[in-house]
């Protein structure tokens, strides 16, 4: 960064003619003068965010994207600096990158959003100095109303900003080892035993209703399947229209069906009641 030193800052008139030459004729040499003239800026206004523990060199490398972009839109005619100019787009570039790198989630959808995000802990560090025996609520209050702003949007960002994203790759701090995040991660894989046992649950469940689906008439099979063991059931009236019977009628079947696979169940229920104490035993 010390580097951008050598480049020597442009008067008011070199910068008029070197932007006209740019905007008139496309002349790329004119442009990179310009750029490079006003590199030390964009030092000076990425050293602005250190404190959000991004790299200084990224944040320089994003505010020279803003830099070289509003040289393309600077117009010359309007009687201002560069600089005066460009150092918008210097901060928008360098917040844009901080945005991405803070969390996968978007935590500036909204212009409010992403100036509370900026703002917040500046207002905060003033506060603290100003009045540093307030509790939290009472902070969160004066800050709301600092901002304009209000209170749950303070406690929301104050969250945001607490809670940055990072790799589960990651080594863990505290060890001094190579253990990362991920290693510490609880195992949620289910055990073999585990299992084992849901497949055979399945596998009597399924049993189960094929032998009491065995003890039904055909319609009362049928309208099982189709009214409980479909993707898309049938209202009753359209499956009495399939057999060329009344609504009523299909519904008495359905009821039929039922209470002859209850009283199956029930039945099973209690057999497994009387064996399991036997075989526990």
Known sequence: MAGVKRYELLTADEEHELALRFSQ?????????????NLRFVTKVALEYKAYGLRILDLVQEGNLGLMHAVKKFDPERGYRLITYAVWWIRAYIQSYILRQWSLVKIGTTQAQRRLFFKLNGAAQRLAQQAPD??????RDELATTLGVRKKDISMME????????SLDKPLDHDGGE???????????????AQVFEREC????????????SGLNDREREVIMLRHLS???????EVGQRWGVSRERARQIEASARNKLKRYMLKRSRVLGDVMPRAAA
């Open 179 to 193: 253990t990362t995040h991920v290693e510490m991660l609880p195992c949620t894989q289910r055990s073999s035993f």
């Open 134 to 139: 307030l509790d939290a609520e009472a902070r």
């Open 202 to 213: 399945r596998d009597h469940l399924r049993a189960d209703l094929s032998a009491a689906l």
């Open 231 to 237: 993707d898309e059931p049938p209202t009753l009236r």
């Open 25 to 37: 004729q496309g002349d790329k040499t004119a442009a990179e003068k310009l750029v490079t003239a």
């Open 159 to 166: 969250m945001r900003l607490a809670a940055r994203d990072f």
